[in-house]
Nanobody, 126 residues
């Protein structure tokens, strides 16, 4: 059974940084894409960043130049480094894995993935 568990969320002031982690347990065949998503209070979920199975990254416009997605393959861990955080970044962030039929901006849709975690909350105060 595949499980994804996020960690690293918390409270931070505007301009601060947070690093989120997502650990994958269980077996997923071959190399696979992974992504980060978020859902703010009263908002629908949106894609933040994703890595395809070759390691190429795709970012949402709001994430470019502030957020950085990376992966440690042997540790089966996905990271999201978030810098220069703003109050509008307040959200529950969750990760997802394995979107075999999608590339590029298509990976920024959570519905593309077979597995997802429960999320970790990030609160940015002004």
């Amino acid at each position: 059974q595949v499980q994804l568990v996020e960690s690293g969320g918390g409270s931070v002031q505007t301009g601060g940084s947070v690093r989120l982690s997502c650990v994958v347990s269980g077996y997923i065949y071959g190399t696979y894409s992974m992504g980060w998503f978020r859902q703010g209070p009263g908002k629908s979920s949106e894609g933040v960043a994703a890595l395809d199975q070759y390691g190429d990254a795709t970012y949402a416009d709001f994430a470019k130049d502030r957020f950085f997605i990376s992966k440690d393959g042997p540790k089966k861990t996905l990271y999201l480094q978030m810098n220069n955080l703003k109050p509008e970044d307040t959200a529950t962030y969750f990760c997802a894995a394995d979107a075999p039929h999608y590339v590029g901006s298509g990976m920024l849709s959570a519905d593309a993935y077979r597995y997802r975690g429960q999320g970790t909350m990030v609160n940015v105060s002004s």
